[in-house]
C-alpha cells in the first residue's frame, strides 16, 4: 500500500510519501526537486523503512543547509519500524541543534547519537535488540555532505552514468572490498543482506562520513535494498533519462522493483538539483575521480 502526502513524512513507524519542489526566490536559493516514496511490498506485513527531508523554506535548511535521509529497519529483529523513525527524528535534531560545528561533523554526532538513542531505547522496552541502517545526505552549496552506516545506498547521477557513493556495510560488501567477489555478484549473492554495521546493536558506532561535489543537473537518489536488490547500478541512471520528474522517476523504480519480486519494504528519496548557491568547485573530474579511487579501495 502507497499512501501519499506532502511536506515532513511523518515520524510513525510506517512512513510513506511526501513531495513538493523548492523554488528558487530572489535571493538565490538553491532550487531542487525532492520525492520521497515507500511502499511495504509484496511480502512483507509492515514497513520498517523511513524516510525523512528538511522543508525548503524552514528557516534552519535556508540557514545550515539541506538535510536528507532514509533507513530501513531491521526486519528480524523487534521494532525495526520505531529504530528507523528515532534514527532520523534523532539526526535531524542533532544535525540542526548544533549549527556551529562542521556538517561532516554535525552528521558523524548525530548518527552516533541516532544509535545510542536506539540501543537505549531498546533496553528500555524491554525488546532485546532492535537495529536500522541509516543513509543521509545534506546539501550546502556545491558541496554534498554523506553520512552512511549499513545496506542503504546512495548514488549519484550525472551526466547519464549512475555512481555508488556508499559502501555496503555487510559480509558480501566487504568481500567485494577486498577483490574477492566481483560487485555484479552482490545481488545473488546468498549473504547480501547479512550486516556487519548497523545502528542500535552496541553503544558506540563509527559512520561513514564524506563529501563530493555536486553540480546543476546531477541527481541524488537514496534507497533501501528492497530497491537495489533488484535495480541494477545503470538502470538508476536509465530511469532518470526516461523520466520527467522525480515523482514519476521514484513510482517507475518503485513499481519496477515490485515487479521484479523484490522480497523487501522498497523506498526511494531522488533529488534533482537544478540550480545551486555558492561558487562551484574547480578540478571537478580529478576531486571526483579521486574520490571514487577511495571508495574502491575500501
Known amino acids: 500500500m502507497i499512501v501519499e502526502g506532502r511536506g515532513w513524512v511523518p515520524m510513525s513507524p510506517t512512513p510513506s510519501s511526501f513531495h513538493w519542489e523548492a523554488l528558487m526566490p530572489q535571493d538565490a536559493r538553491p532550487q531542487i526537486e525532492v520525492h520521497g516514496l515507500s ?7 509492515d514497513n520498517q523503512d523511513a524516510i525523512r527531508s528538511c522543508h525548503p523554506d524552514d528557516e534552519l535548511t535556508v540557514l545550515h543547509g539541506h538535510l536528507y535521509g532514509i533507513a530501513d529497519g531491521m526486519g528480524g529483529f523487534a521494532h525495526g519500524g520505531i ?17 556551529d560545528s562542521p556538517p561532516l561533523a554535525r552528521l ?17 522496552m524491554g525488546v532485546g535488540r532492535m537495529g536500522t541502517t541509516l543513509t543521509a545526505v545534506h546539501l550546502s552549496g556545491h558541496t554534498l555532505n554523506v553520512a552512511h552506516v549499513g545496506d542503504s545506498r546512495a548514488y549519484l547521477i550525472r551526466a547519464g552514468v549512475a555512481s555508488i557513493l556508499t559502501s555496503d556495510h555487510t559480509r558480501v560488501g566487504e568481500l567485494v572490498r577486498m577483490r574477492l567477489l566481483s560487485p555484479d555478484k552482490v545481488r545473488t549473492h546468498a549473504q547480501r543482506s547479512v550486516l556487519n554495521k548497523c545502528l542500535g546493536l552496541e553503544m558506540f558506532v563509527q559512520p561513514d562520513v564524506f563529501n563530493v561535489p ?7 537518489v537514496l534507497c533501501t535494498d528492497g530497491i537495489w536488490g533488484v535495480i541494477e547500478d545503470q538502470e538508476f541512471a536509465a530511469f532518470a533519462a526516461a523520466e520527467p520528474s522525480v515523482e514519476r522517476y521514484n513510482q517507475a523504480v518503485v513499481d519496477e522493483a515490485l515487479r521484479r519480486g523484490s522480497d523487501d519494504n522498497v523506498s526511494v528519496l531522488s533529488l534533482r538539483l537544478h540550480t545551486l548557491n555558492g561558487a562551484p568547485y574547480t578540478h571537478t573530474v580529478s576531486s571526483l575521480g579521486a574520490f571514487f579511487s577511495r571508495v574502491f579501495r575500501r
Do not use: C, H, M, W
Open 83 to 99: 529504530a528507523s523513525a528515532l534514527a532520523l527524528e534523532t539526526l535531524f535534531r542533532t544535525f540542526y541543534g548544533n549549527p
Open 39 to 45: 511502499d511495504t511490498g509484496q511480502v512483507r506485513q
Open 108 to 124: 558523524k554526532r548525530g548518527v552516533q547519537e541516532a544509535n545510542l538513542g536506539i540501543y537505549q531505547t531498546a533496553g528500555r
Open 214 to 220: 555536486v553540480f546543476p543537473g546531477d541527481q541524488i
